[in-house]
Each structure stands twice: as C-alpha cells, then as structure tokens.
C-alpha cells in the first residue's frame, strides 16, 4: 500500500538514498542535511513501510505591490531507480497541489520534463535571464581580449572589496529593500540581525562597492565546474543591488566578476537580474555587453501551476485597491469574473474597494490559460496583451489593474 505524507528526520537517510538514486551521489549529501534540518519541506511516498519516492516543497513570498502571495517550489521529485516506472513519482505529483493548497500556497513552480509535468496540469512559464559571453572583440586592427575591455570606466571613485557578512550585512539588507521595494515578482527576505562571526568569502565572487566608506551596492556570483542548462552557466550572477544614483556601482562590480571568472577558465557568465531598464541602462553605460534572454518553452523548462485562483486574487486586493484610486475611475462598480481552468473567482468593485469572491461570474467574463493569468499578476505583460472585454470602460479598467510592471527574475523561473 502506498502513502504519501511530509518527511520526519528520521527519514533523512532513505530521502537521500532516494535522491542520491535519482540524481547521483552529489545530491545525496544535500538532501541527507536537508531532510534532517528542514523535514518539513520534504513529501515523500511509503510503498510497503519504505520510502521509495520523494520531493522538496519550498514556501516562499513573493511581492505583487504592496501585497504578498505564497509559491511553492517543487524540486528534486524523485524515485529509487530499481522501482522507477511504476508511478510513484506520478503518485507523489497528484498529492502535490493539495499539499500546496494546504499550505497556503496560491501558486506553485518547478522545472522540469514538460511533457512529464504537463499530466498533472503543470504549464510552461518563461524564464529570463542576462548572458555574459566572454569572448575576444575586435577594436579597429586589435583584438582585445575580456580582461583588457572588462575595466572599469577613467575616474571611477569606488573602491570594490570582498563582501564581509558581519560588517557588510546592513547595508546589503538597506539596498536590498530599496532595490526590490514594490518590485513584482521579488522574493520576500528577513535578513535578521548581524552574524556574531561568519568565514571569509573564498569564492572572491561576493563583493560590495565602496564610495566614500560607503556601501552603495552588491554582487552575490557563483562559479560551477562545469556548465548545468542553458541558462546556469559556468559562473552565474545570482543577485544584485546598487543605488541608482550610483549606476556606475554595479558596472564595476559586474566587470569585476567577469573578468574574475574569465581569468579561471569561463566563457560564459548567466544573472538572473531584473528586466529594468536602469539595469539596462548602468550595464550599458559601463560599456558591458549582455543578451536579455526569455526562454517561452524547451522539452525541459520553468513550469507553474495555479493552486488557487481565489486565494491569489484575495491576496493581491491591497495592491488592487491602490492602483484602482490611481486609475481614471476610481468609484467604478461592477464584477470581473476570472476563469482559469476549473477554478473561477469574481472581483467586486465597489466604492474604491476591491474584494474577491467565489460566487456566479458577473457582468464581465474573462477566460485565460495559467500562464496568462500569472503574467498579468507578475506583471510581464498587461492585460490589453491576454485578454479583450468588449466594455471599453470595463477593459480600461482591468488594464490600470494589471499593468506590465518592473519585475524581479528568478524567483518565478
């Protein structure tokens, strides 16, 4: 008989032996410490008193505004490869977005197999991500290798120094929250107080910019031995911040890094940093070349799952408000049915108020995919761009409610 249930730490060394089976040794180290910390993030499924099948479920927040709604990232789903092919895998993903619901998730993310994961009403999400490509360029009749080009700028006043977790640590959490504040799609963090003492970074990829004895940005990266997708490259940014009257901060750092990483053997850097123009915009004037890179579908990708269409839109609704008191009609009146699938809820607007409900679709109808949905709440596109109302009031209105917004990468895909 089978049965699937959350982890213990007792189960910490058949989860790893499971892991470690599916995925190879490398894996089974981290899930081993995993399971014991954190056993309640692990689901696993019992077939005759043994654990054969298992995956990690992370609940994190991600901010919509002034509003915060709950993703689930499933992960390492696995089975032991002597019973693999006997749907235990398939048992473990059906039980997965009830366990979601149950945990007040609204959402959930993976990635993965599509034609695998799309059974149990997983859909393809985009991915976005910067390259780096370190490779020579021509300048007239020199070609100029990455480590001469990749200099900061004449003048340049910052002082670029190792990240420092004791020292350092409140001025990343300062440009942190002013980097994300209100950014769609950022993922929320508690950075707690100072560490008593922490190791050296030896990765030389963890650093702050100086100006004036000031920490006025940061650059967390990371090298791999080889690299793992086409969007984890061999050295990867993985998170940034700087001040933006201070643009020149994160070229220097961003340079920094690369040549860095090209000096051991890199070709190829990948960051999942914003799609921001003033991102865009201090990488260019530094004179640092990138492709933005939006992968839609692959045979294996970002996938996202809709857990509950009422409880996401219930969430959202102090960020709705706002923005309806900031659109040309504020004390409309009416309903907004939206309908994804098998779930439907209505938005009722009513004296500047915004409430969400699950009764009879109202007035106005909208029918959308997952993936549509889920752009217009991460704002990567507006409404005018996935759905039409006939009522030019009514679609004026749904469009000052979801409009394209400055989002955050990464942490949906």
């Given amino acids: ?88 895998a398939s048992a473990l993903m059906r039980d997965s977005v009830a366990y979601l619901k149950q945990a007040g998730c609204q959402i959930g993310r993976l990635g993965g197999l599509i034609p695998f994961y799309s059974r149990f009403g997983w859909a393809p999400f985009p991915r976005r991500y910067y390259e780096f490509r370190l490779e020579p360029t021509r300048a007239g009749v020199r070609t100029l290798e990455p480590d001469e080009y990749l200099q900061p700028a004449p003048g340049f006043r910052g ?128 004179g640092i070349g990138f492709f933005q890179v939006e992968i839609q579908t692959a045979p294996a990708g970002n996938m996202i799952r809709l857990v509950d269409l009422l409880g996401l839109l219930q969430r959202i609704t102090p960020e709705l408000e706002a923005r309806l008191a900031r659109s040309a009609s504020p004390n409309w009146r009416g309903e907004i049915a939206f309908s994804v699938d098998e779930q439907t809820a209505v938005l009722e607007l009513k004296d500047g108020t915004v409430a969400a409900w699950d009764w009879t679709p109202g007035e106005h109808h909208i029918t959308l995919d997952q993936a549509a949905m889920l752009k217009l709440v991460l704002g990567l596109r507006s409404f005018g761009e996935c759905a039409q109302l006939p009522d030019p009031h009514a679609h004026a209105l749904c469009e000052a409610l979801f409009p394209r917004q400055a989002t955050a990468c990464g942490a949906w895909g």
């Fill in 1 to 88: 008989m089978n049965r699937v249930r959350t982890a213990t730490a007792d189960d910490a060394s058949e989860v790893a032996e499971v892991i470690g089976g599916a995925f190879g040794g490398d894996h089974r180290e981290m899930a081993l410490a995993e399971c014991r910390q954190a056993p309640e993030q692990w689901r696993v499924l019992e077939h005759a008193g043994r654990v054969v099948s298992a995956c990690r479920i992370q609940s994190i927040g991600l901010q919509v505004g002034r509003s915060v709604i709950h993703k689930g990232d499933v992960g390492h789903v696995g089975t032991l490869p002597e019973v693999q092919g006997r749907g235990f």
């Fill in 159 to 286: 002082r670029i120094v190792p990240f420092d977790p004791v020292r350092n640590h409140d001025a990343r959490a300062r440009l942190h929250d002013a980097f994300n504040r209100h950014r769609t799609g950022a993922p929320v963090v508690s950075f707690g107080s100072p560490p008593a003492t922490a190791l050296p970074d030896e990765t030389g990829l963890r650093l702050v910019c100086e100006l004036e004895g000031r920490v006025v940005a940061y650059l967390f990266g990371f090298q791999r031995p080889a690299r793992h997708t086409s969007f984890e490259a061999e050295a990867e940014i993985g998170e940034i911040a700087f001040e933006w009257q201070h643009s020149e901060a994160l070229g220097a750092l961003v340079m920094q890094m690369l040549r860095t990483v090209y000096q051991r053997g890199a070709t190829r850097v990948t960051g999942r940093l914003p799609f921001d123009v003033r991102v865009e915009n201090a990488l260019r004037d530094s």
